[in-house]
């Protein structure tokens, strides 16, 4: 198949108002599930699969994959297409809808996809609910995106994204991705990155909502010193209490000072 073509049995045109740019290079596919690497037993769940790009090769590779659509118009010849391949478990919903949990009855599965930038911040924050029944997840989103979420501290990027996903999940950015891989191109580069959700005592945090409620106030606005960013949730006197100066901002801190002062910080 030329890889610049339609996939035969896919009629539709990428609907721009799903934000859908299909993956078509084989060589980006082929670096995608090299990086994904499938074991036998692996329960794999691919979040939009489009026209089948990753799917079809990931079912040559793994024989058996669970994927998510929304777009209604994809699912017959995404079913038609992978009888040739395959295994093809089709579910058809919004993502953001699944009980990822309740998928994994209890064996972890593994996330792969190229997500759609318009939601690509939902969903992560969504299979970050469903930590503790994910192994790892492999996707491609907007650079911009990757950069921020594998940002260290002190960084001009690094911000709420950063905090929350290290925090709850060891964030590796693997390659970038040009937009000539995609039909039709976007107008930014992507990239694939790697989150392996970290155990939960590894983790460390006490009150996940408290933590949340410390990081979304601390970047807030970002100008301002932690002893005014933070005033609804704690004093000056216990950001002090954590080891942590009340005059710095929220982009010095690390990951690990987050959590003592959410663990810390006693509510207001």
């Not at 996939?7 to 859908?20: C, D, M, T």
């Not at 949990?101 to 593994?110: C, E, F, K, Q, V």
């Not at 006197?237 to 942590?244: K, L, N, T, V």
Request: net charge neutral; proline share 8%.
């Amino acid at each position: 198949m030329n890889t610049h073509s339609r996939p035969p049995g896919f009629s539709e045109p990428a609907k721009k108002s799903l934000g859908q740019h299909f993956l078509h290079e084989r060589g980006v596919v082929e670096k995608i599930i090299l990086a994904v690497n499938p074991k036998p037993g692996d329960r794999i769940v691919e979040i939009g699969p489009g026209q089948g790009a990753m799917t079809f090769p990931m079912l040559d590779r793994h024989g058996s994959l669970t994927a998510i659509e929304f777009d209604r118009d994809l699912l017959a010849p995404l079913t038609e297409a992978a009888r040739n391949h395959g295994e093809l478990t089709l579910i058809h919903a919004n993502v953001l809808d699944v009980d990822f949990t309740a998928l994994a009855a209890g064996t972890p599965i593994r996330l792969v996809g190229n997500l759609p930038y318009n939601l690509s911040s939902p969903i992560l924050f969504h299979a970050l609910a469903h930590a503790t029944s994910i192994h790892d997840m492999v996707f491609m989103l907007q650079k911009e995106v990757v950069d921020r979420m594998a940002a260290a501290p002190g960084s001009k990027v690094y911000g709420r994204l950063s905090v929350m996903l290290q925090a709850w999940c060891k964030v590796t950015s693997l390659f970038v991705v040009g937009p000539g891989a995609f039909r039709p191109p976007p107008k930014v580069d992507s990239a694939v990155v790697r989150l392996v959700p970290r155990a939960k005592d590894e983790v460390g945090i006490d009150d996940p909502a408290r933590f949340a409620d410390i990081v979304r106030d601390a970047f807030g606005q970002r100008r301002k010193t932690l002893r005014n960013a933070l005033s609804r949730l704690c004093d000056e006197d216990a950001i002090r209490a954590a080891g942590i100066d009340p005059q710095i901002r929220a982009e010095q801190l690390a990951v690990a000072d987050f959590i003592r002062l959410a663990n810390q910080s006693p509510p207001a």
